[in-house]
C-alpha cells in the first residue's frame, strides 16, 4: 500500500452569511461537510455532482482560497491547511490549479511569457529570461502550440487555445497535484476532447497526480481512476472508476447516470 | 405544406464595412406534433436562425439577406411591425438559453406571465392570473398559487427556466423554439425539463424548433436532426438515421469527441484544428481544414446538398466514405 499523496480527513467548509442585508440572521451554509478521500501518487480522483453540491468549494478549500472549517488536509503527512500563508508558499508550486473560464483566468494585460514566467521566478525555478523562455518554449510545445505565441497577448486567441495556455502555466512548474475545476466544460465538444486528451496524455507522461472537478459524468469517466460522487456537501459514494458506472450503490449516482441523455445508434443504446 | 417552412435563409453581419455570410442556404421545416434538433458548437448560426424565425434581428449589424420564412402560409419576412408582434408570443414562442437573465428581475413572475397573455388575448388581470397559476402548475412548480407572486431571484435555475417555459405556453403557441433551454442546468433538472417539454407536445400537438450543441440531448427528444457548420446545413435526416448512417465527417467527428458514459475508450478521436471565425474566408468545403476525406476538390468547390438515402441529405463530396 502506498501512501497517499493527498489525504483529505473530514473536511468541512461552513459559510456563515447574512439572510437578508438588514436583519441579520446569520445563516449557516455548510457547502461542504465532512468529506474524506485519498490520492495516489500518479492517480485522478474526479469529484462529480451538481451545482452547490460543494465540488469546487473542496478544491478552493485544498488551495487556501476558502477556509477550512474543522478537518485535516495531509499532503505527503503534513497537514496543511493549518498553515499560515508564508509556510503554505512552497506548496503552491507543488498544488496547482487549473479554472473553468479560459477568458477570465489569463490577465489580458500580460503576454503569454510573461504569465508563464512569472511562476517561475517566483519559485525560484529560473533566474535569467533566456531560461525561462527555454522552458516555456519546450512547455508551449508540449501542449499543442507553437512556441512563437509567447509574445502574443491572451485576446489573440480561442477558448480552447487559451485553456492550453492556462495548462502550460500548472505543468510548467511540474506540480505533484493539480486541481482542476471544471477544465473543459466551457469548451465546444470537438474542442474539448482535444484538450480532454491533451490532460489525459500530460498526466500519464508526467505522473501528476489529479483532482479532477466537473459535472459532466462522460468527462469524468474518460479521465479517471476513481470517482466521488458529492451530494450537498457530502461524498455519497466512492470507489473505483468502474464500480461507480458499472455498478453504483448509492440511489443519487444511479439517479444521475440515469439522467445523463445519450445518443442512440440503431435500437441499441451507444 | 408544414407549419413553419424554412428555405435558403442567408444571414449577414456587417463588420468593418464588409458584409459577412454567418448563415448561408439554411432550409428545413417543422409540422405540428414535430421536434426538429439543430445542433453545432459555438458560431455554427444556430441561434441566428432561431432569432431569425423570431424576428428578432433588428438593426443594421445583423441582417437577412435572402431566403424565405414561411409560418401556417405566412411569409414571415414581410410581416408589418404590428402583424409580427400578434404572431410572436402568441402562436410561436420562444425560450431563451439563459434562465437567468432572461426575465426581468424587479417584476413578480406572475406580472410578467399576465403581462404576456393580456397582450394577445382579451382577459381581466384575474382571469389572466388564474390563468398564470394554472401554467404554472402545469410546469409544475410547487405551490404555483403562493409561487406566482414569487420574483426570479426566488427560484432556482430550473424553476425559472419553467416559468420560461410557462410565460412561452401561455398563448398555447402552435410553434416553440427553444435555444439550448437546458444548458445551464444540471442533469437532473434537464431531465426534467425535456421529459415536461416532450409531455406538453403530446398534450397539444406544439411543434418544436430544439437547438443544442448537445448530441445526447438531440437524440432523445428530436424527431429530426440538421446539422450545422459555419452557416451551412451539412448534414440533416432523421433522428434515427442520421446516428445510424451518418454520412458527414463532421457529424462523425462530433459524435467521436464526446466522452460517453456508458463505455471506456483510451483516447477520444478530436476533431483536428478549430472552428473557423468569422474573419477567415474559406474556399470550398468549410469543413476541409479539419477534415481527414480532404482532397483539392473539397479545399475548390462548395459540396451541394445531395439526397444521400431518401430523407437524409449531405453536404460533401464523398458522403457515405465515412467510416461507420
Request: no cysteine.
Given at each position: 500500500?502506498?501512501?497517499?499523496?493527498?489525504?483529505?480527513?473530514?473536511?468541512?467548509t461552513h459559510f456563515r452569511i447574512k439572510a437578508s442585508w438588514m436583519f441579520g440572521e446569520k445563516q449557516l451554509i455548510k457547502a461542504v461537510d465532512g468529506v474524506s478521500f485519498d490520492i495516489a501518487p500518479g492517480e485522478v480522483l474526479s469529484l462529480v455532482g451538481e451545482s452547490g453540491c460543494g465540488k469546487s468549494t473542496v478544491g478552493r478549500t485544498l488551495t487556501h482560497l476558502d477556509q477550512a472549517t474543522s478537518g485535516r488536509a495531509l499532503f505527503e503527512g503534513q497537514d496543511f491547511l493549518v498553515m499560515s500563508p508564508i509556510e503554505f508558499r512552497p506548496l503552491r508550486r507543488e498544488i496547482q490549479m487549473i479554472f473553468q473560464d479560459p477568458f477570465a483566468?489569463?490577465?489580458?494585460?500580460?503576454k503569454i511569457e510573461q504569465t508563464l514566467g512569472e511562476p517561475l521566478f517566483i519559485h525560484g525555478l529560473c533566474k535569467t529570461w533566456d531560461e525561462a523562455r527555454a522552458k516555456i518554449a519546450v512547455m508551449l510545445e508540449t501542449v499543442g502550440m507553437d512556441p512563437l505565441v509567447m509574445k502574443r497577448h491572451p485576446h489573440e486567441f480561442s477558448g480552447g487555445q487559451r485553456q492550453r495556455i492556462g495548462i502550460a502555466r500548472v505543468m510548467i512548474l511540474k506540480p505533484k497535484l493539480v486541481i482542476a475545476d471544471e477544465a473543459v466544460s466551457a469548451l465546444d465538444v470537438s474542442i474539448q476532447a482535444q484538450v480532454l486528451n491533451l490532460l489525459k496524455k500530460l498526466q500519464q507522461d508526467s505522473g501528476v497526480s489529479m483532482l479532477f472537478i466537473s459535472h459532466d459524468l462522460g468527462v469524468v469517466r474518460h479521465i479517471s481512476d476513481q470517482v466521488a460522487v458529492m451530494h450537498e456537501g457530502k461524498i455519497v459514494e466512492i470507489g473505483r472508476k468502474r464500480q461507480i458506472f458499472e455498478a453504483p450503490q448509492h440511489e443519487y449516482t444511479r439517479k444521475l447516470l440515469e439522467s445523463i441523455p445519450r445518443v442512440k445508434i440503431g435500437k441499441e443504446v451507444a | 405544406m408544414a407549419l413553419l417552412e424554412v428555405q435558403d435563409l442567408e444571414i449577414a453581419v456587417r463588420t468593418k464595412g464588409k458584409l459577412l455570410p454567418v448563415v448561408q442556404?439554411?432550409?428545413f421545416d417543422v409540422d405540428d406534433n414535430e421536434t426538429l434538433g439543430i445542433v453545432g458548437e459555438s458560431g455554427c448560426g444556430k441561434s441566428l436562425t432561431a432569432l431569425a424565425i423570431m424576428g428578432l434581428l433588428g438593426g443594421t449589424t445583423v441582417r437577412i439577406t435572402g431566403g424565405n420564412i414561411r409560418f401556417d402560409g405566412m411569409d414571415?419576412?414581410?410581416?408589418?411591425?404590428?402583424?409580427?408582434?400578434?404572431?410572436m408570443g402568441n402562436r410561436m414562442a420562444m425560450i431563451f438559453q439563459e434562465p437567468m437573465t432572461s426575465l426581468n428581475p424587479v417584476y413578480r413572475i406572475g406580472d410578467q406571465i399576465i403581462e404576456n397573455i393580456r397582450q394577445h388575448q382579451k382577459m381581466t388581470n384575474a382571469q389572466a392570473r388564474d390563468r398564470a397559476v394554472e401554467l404554472l402548475s402545469l410546469v409544475r412548480i410547487p405551490n404555483p398559487s403562493e409561487r406566482v407572486d414569487s420574483f426570479p431571484h426566488q427560484m432556482s435555475g430550473g424553476q425559472r427556466q419553467r416559468v420560461m417555459i410557462a410565460m412561452a405556453l401561455s398563448c398555447d403557441p402552435k410553434l416553440l423554439i427553444a435555444d439550448e433551454p437546458t444548458t445551464a442546468l444540471d442533469v437532473t433538472v434537464q431531465k426534467e425539463v425535456l421529459d415536461l417539454m416532450a409531455d406538453?407536445?403530446?398534450?397539444?400537438?406544439t411543434a418544436i424548433v430544439l437547438i443544442s450543441h448537445d448530441l445526447g440531448v438531440i437524440s432523445e427528444t428530436c424527431d429530426k436532426v440538421a446539422v450545422m457548420y459555419r452557416g451551412r446545413v451539412v448534414e440533416a435526416a432523421a433522428t434515427e438515421n442520421l446516428f445510424t448512417e451518418l454520412a458527414h465527417p463532421y457529424t462523425r467527428g462530433l459524435l467521436n469527441s464526446i466522452p460517453v458514459v456508458d463505455s471506456d475508450v483510451d483516447w477520444l478521436e478530436a476533431i483536428p484544428g478549430r472552428v473557423p471565425t468569422l474573419e477567415e474566408e474559406l474556399t470550398g468545403c468549410a469543413f476541409h481544414p479539419r477534415c481527414a476525406l480532404v482532397t483539392k476538390l473539397c479545399a475548390t468547390t462548395v459540396p451541394q446538398e445531395i439526397e444521400y438515402k431518401p430523407g437524409h441529405s449531405v453536404r460533401c463530396h464523398f458522403s457515405g466514405k465515412v467510416a461507420p
Open positions: 500500500m502506498t501512501e497517499p499523496l493527498l489525504r483529505v480527513i473530514d473536511l468541512k483566468s489569463l490577465n489580458p494585460r500580460l | 442556404g439554411v432550409s414571415l419576412l414581410t410581416l408589418s411591425d404590428g402583424e409580427r408582434r400578434s404572431i406538453l407536445q403530446t398534450r397539444m400537438g
